[in-house]
């Protein structure tokens, strides 16, 4: 069996990768750019692609024994448009998946495990969220990830886990919450929404990043 990764070499991915290599299992990271770490460098294939071109994903010569962990994305953390936002995410968190989709029925894998959000749910009115909450996605990034389980969940053939999380933090990433100490670190006013007593709940990254097969 092989694990192939989409967006590899990201935060969740490497974590990913590093609890499957604990079980001695087959990694492939597909992604834009090689690992920073030398040790998953090291101890998985990369092959360099865009989701957004079959041609690269058909490097990945899918077969019925892979299991794909779908973690490549579009975030606000890049560099984000003005204009054209919703165009701009729909790219390559929808097409993308569609093309990965196409990708694993050519070769007959049939077990995806996606990476979506919370944000597909849009404002939260009750905590916890059920799974079965009626989806009302906020923003285009909240919009693209729900076109795209539409996708998944649209597919015959696939057997489809879908983790729709929150904000994923841990040793390595600060996040947003590095902008925030930036600020406070230089004296600076730091922006509060609400009355700043309200919280947010984040999630582990060891957590998030248990493989499920």
């Known amino acids: 069996m092989r694990h192939v990764i989409t967006g ?27 690992p920073a770490d030398p040790i998953l460098a090291s101890s998985t294939r990369f092959i360099c ?18 299991v794909v962990y779908h973690l490549a ?3 606000f953390a890049d560099t984000v448009p003005r204009l054209g936002r919703d165009a701009w995410f729909s790219e390559t968190d929808v097409q993308g998946t ?12 049939n077990r995806l495990v996606y990476f979506s ?4 749910y849009g404002i939260a009115k009750t905590c916890p969220l059920p799974p079965n909450l009626h989806q009302k996605p906020l923003g285009p990034y ?18 489809t886990t879908v983790f729709r999380l ?19 670190k230089a004296g600076l006013p730091t922006p509060v929404i609400g009355s700043g007593a309200n919280r ?11 493989p499920p097969f």
């Open 166 to 184: 929150r904000l994923i933090t841990g040793p390595g990433r600060l996040g947003i919450l590095g902008k925030l100490f930036t600020l406070i």
């Open 49 to 66: 692609g865009d989701i957004r071109k079959p041609h690269d994903l058909a490097q990945l010569k899918l077969g019925r024994d892979d």
């Open 8 to 34: 590899g070499s990201g935060f969740t991915g490497s974590a990913l990768t590093y609890q499957l290599l604990e079980r001695s299992e087959e990694v492939v990271n597909f992604d834009l750019i090689p």
């Open 98 to 109: 569609q093309n990965i989709v196409d990708a694993m029925r050519v070769g007959g894998a």
């Open 117 to 120: 959000t919370d944000m597909t």
């Open 200 to 210: 947010y709940q984040m999630v582990g990254i060891d957590d998030c990043a248990a």
């Open 142 to 159: 909240g919009r693209s990830k729900h076109a795209a389980e539409k996708i998944l969940f649209g597919t015959e053939g696939i057997q």
């Open 73 to 75: 994305s579009r975030q």
